[in-house]
């Protein structure tokens, strides 16, 4: 029985993550739900993203995402499954599938799926759960609607070079106020090579001149810059919040210089 995760904006308090498990266990009783996040700032699109592309190559090929973030259909964000890396995705089509996906998906399905309920505001357990057990036990995909050739795409900003110099943002903040930027350590080691660097941002009172391997690396409370699992930079303090303490918000540009001494 393939495992099927949750990823949604709706927050603990409410009713609605019992309510989606109960559902998938009542069609499903040996279901293995996995509860991601749902903590997910409410309609980031981004956010959501970010999270979903670095989790998802983590489980096995064939399991089933459930992302509930803005999942209200209509004519322009129809509901669809995308099979992707082995992985089969339901959502909307509001964009997220764009931010998630580097390349197209092998296979996309506009869905077209009764629900058993008059209300059409919790599509996550009146369609997404349907969805997931139909391809849980096996049955063909084609049951589910009609293929689609496009999905919506939503461009996220790209680091930019501009002289001696990469712009990038910071695009994400973890648990621990950790600043992840959208600069790859595949561009920044092609672009600095063996050249002297400076990581700058909000001001010249904030610049770093090496790359950690570890938080470790510098004494307690220190700023540092690394590369972490996800493949991007990040600012990050030992032991302390890199977000509140350097003002590092999501979008504030941060930038890496070089061919001079600083």
């Known amino acids: 029985m393939p495992v099927i995760t949750l990823t949604t904006d709706w927050g603990w308090k409410d009713h609605y993550v019992a309510a989606v498990k109960g559902a998938i ?20 699109l981004n956010q959501a ?6 989790f998802y190559p983590n489980f096995p090929k ?25 992985h089969y995705f ?6 997220i599938f764009s931010l ?60 930019v070079i501009d002289g001696n110099m990469i712009k990038g943002k910071v695009i994400y903040i973890d648990n621990y106020e950790n600043a992840f930027t959208n600069i790859s350590e595949k561009l920044f080691n092609s672009f600095v090579q063996k050249q002297d660097f400076a990581i700058s941002f909000r ?9 950690s391997k570890s938080y470790k690396d510098v004494v307690e409370g220190e700023m540092l810059a690394l590369f972490s699992t996800s493949g991007l930079m990040e600012i990050a303090i030992n032991q302390g919040k890199a977000s509140s303490l350097l003002g590092l918000k999501i ?12």
């Open 49 to 54: 993203a970010f999270i979903i592309r670095h």
């Open 100 to 159: 998630i996906f580097d390349e197209p998906p092998e296979t996309i399905i506009d869905l077209d799926v009764l629900q058993d309920s008059d209300y059409f505001t919790f599509p996550c357990r009146d369609v997404f759960v349907k969805v997931a057990c139909h391809i849980a036990q096996g049955k063909p995909l084609e049951e589910l609607g009609h293929p689609k050739t496009n999905l919506l795409k939503r461009i996220s900003f790209q680091p």
């Open 62 to 86: 064939g399991t089933i995402h459930i992302l509930g973030i803005n999942s209200e259909a209509s004519i322009e964000t129809p509901h669809t499954l995308a099979v992707y890396d082995g």
């Open 90 to 95: 339901i959502a909307a089509d509001n964009g």
């Open 25 to 44: 266990y009542s069609q499903l009783p040996d279901a293995t739900v996995v509860d991601v996040s749902h903590d997910i700032t409410p309609f980031d």
């Open 203 to 211: 001001s010249a009172a904030y610049r770093i001149n090496t790359i």
């Open 251 to 262: 979008d504030q540009q941060v930038m890496v210089e070089v061919g001079t001494k600083h």
